[in-house]
């Protein structure tokens, strides 16, 4: 019998891209407001969330996590008494819009409001891909460096909210505002960047204002 070679080339992004447009009607007719929240690995993604939904109390909110391994934060959050589902990639460095069609079929979301969804730990991959969410949310850290936005220039770019976390730390890390917020404007002019503690809280307020202005 003669064997054929058929080579089938697919173009991962459009299909990735589809699926995030299905997703992201979904959830417009549910009346859920979704928040790809990105930053390396101990930014302090999960603390900041905490720290937004803590000031929320009247609006529903649910959370996706992803992870390479592990339902820690999953624990952390519904340990808040929140709706939480785990994604694990087991080596993924990123989510893509197939794990959350799979995630969501473990998730209600019944009543309207934000579904935060918690990226992989990762300053580069998220970025490129598109989840179904209406914004990214970027987390850097003081103790990352200011040079960051020179480095890993697509997260910032494609940001549509900032948050500096970690600014209680600020005194301990020679880190240069002047030199973060330039390489920041350079790539994103007019983004909005929020210095915040996650520690104290300080700085949340005016985040969770942002995000309620930008929900309706
Ligand atoms: N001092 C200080 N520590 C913080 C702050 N935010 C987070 N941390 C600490 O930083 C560490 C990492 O925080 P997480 O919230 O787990 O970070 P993450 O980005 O969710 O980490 P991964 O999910 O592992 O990628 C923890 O020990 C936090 O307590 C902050 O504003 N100030
Ligand atoms: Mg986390």
Redesign the pocket.
């Known amino acids: 019998m003669e064997t054929k070679k058929v080579e089938v080339i697919q173009d991962i992004h459009a299909e990735n891209e589809r699926i995030a447009r299905e997703i992201n009607a979904d959830y417009n007719r549910k009346g859920i407001f979704a928040v790809n929240v990105m930053?390396c690995?101990?930014?302090?993604?999960?603390?900041?969330l905490k720290q937004i939904i803590a000031r929320l109390p009247g609006v529903k909110t649910y959370v996706i996590e992803g992870?390479i391994e592990s339902d820690l934060?999953t624990r952390t959050m519904q340990a808040l008494g929140i709706e939480t589902v785990q994604i694990n990639t087991g080596g993924a460095c990123h989510l893509d819009s197939p794990m959350i069609a799979g995630a969501l079929k473990n998730i209600e979301l019944k009543e309207p409001g934000i579904l935060f969804i918690?990226n992989i730990?990762n300053l580069v991959c998220p970025a490129e891909f598109e989840i179904g969410e209406h914004i990214k949310l970027l987390?850097s850290?003081v103790t990352e460096g200011c040079d960051k936005p020179y480095k890993y220039p697509l997260a910032f770019e494609k940001a549509d909210i900032i948050i500096l976390?970690?600014?209680?730390?600020k005194p301990y890390v020679d880190f240069d505002d002047a030199f973060f917020s330039s390489g920041v404007k350079g790539l994103n002019p007019g983004v909005p960047v929020f210095e915040?503690?996650?520690?104290t809280g300080q700085g949340f307020d005016a985040v969770v204002n942002w995000l309620e202005e930008k929900r309706k």
Do not use: M
């Open positions: 930053g690995p101990g930014a302090g993604k999960t603390s900041v992870d934060d918690e730990g987390i850290s976390n970690k600014s209680d730390l915040v503690s996650s520690k």
